[in-house]
């Protein structure tokens, strides 16, 4: 019985820590059309995690900030999370009436750098990509900006960070 309890405190600590558990029950970031189609349902902001296999930052983002327990619950609470490895050249989809690969849609949005994170309303309009590994305790504060509306202020994302 004591071994049972710990498998299932085990599971639930590992399935809070997952990051983004948008995904229903599965834990999991979504894909670009699961993740849009939901969004777009429960009329929630997206983010897009765009990685490569490569990046360091890119794991780092993973294992500090997403996985760090405040922003998993804001991410959980309050977006839908997409993860696109932003190399791959082959497997397409449809955004906005157009067919894309992964990255070739990451062209589109004006990635250039890893790990980049897209912010999207609910409708899939792009709202801003932003660059770069971001610590948790100022990730917050960027989850924040994009989900209270703030772009639409004309307050700046660096303003609202200080």
């Known amino acids: 019985m004591k071994n049972i309890k710990k498998i299932i405190l085990a599971g639930a600590i590992i399935f809070m820590l997952?990051?983004?558990?948008?995904?229903?029950?599965s834990g999991e970031w979504l894909s670009i059309e699961r993740g849009l189609a939901l969004a777009e349902k429960e009329n929630k902001t997206v983010?897009?995690?765009?990685?490569?296999s490569w990046c360091k930052w890119c794991k780092v983002m993973e294992e500090r900030t997403f996985s760090e327990d405040n922003v998993a619950k804001y991410l959980r609470k309050n977006y839908v999370c997409i993860r696109v490895n932003a190399e791959d050249k082959n497997?397409?989809?449809?955004?906005?009436?157009?067919?894309?690969?992964?990255f070739s849609l990451a062209r589109k949005l004006g990635v250039r750098g890893y790990p980049s994170l897209a912010y999207l309303e609910s409708d899939g309009e792009l709202i801003q990509v932003v660059p770069g590994f971001i610590p948790p305790e100022t990730y917050i504060k960027v989850l924040k900006y994009f989900r209270e509306g703030h772009y639409?202020?004309?307050?700046?994302?660096k303003s609202f960070i200080e």
Do not use: H, M, Q
């Not at 497997?91 to 992964?102: A, I, L, Q, V």
């Open 18 to 25: 997952t990051g983004c558990e948008n995904a229903g029950s």
């Open 47 to 52: 983010v897009i995690d765009f990685y490569t």
């Open 91 to 102: 497997n397409t989809f449809k955004y906005r009436d157009n067919e894309y690969s992964p």
């Open 152 to 157: 639409k202020k004309n307050i700046s994302l």
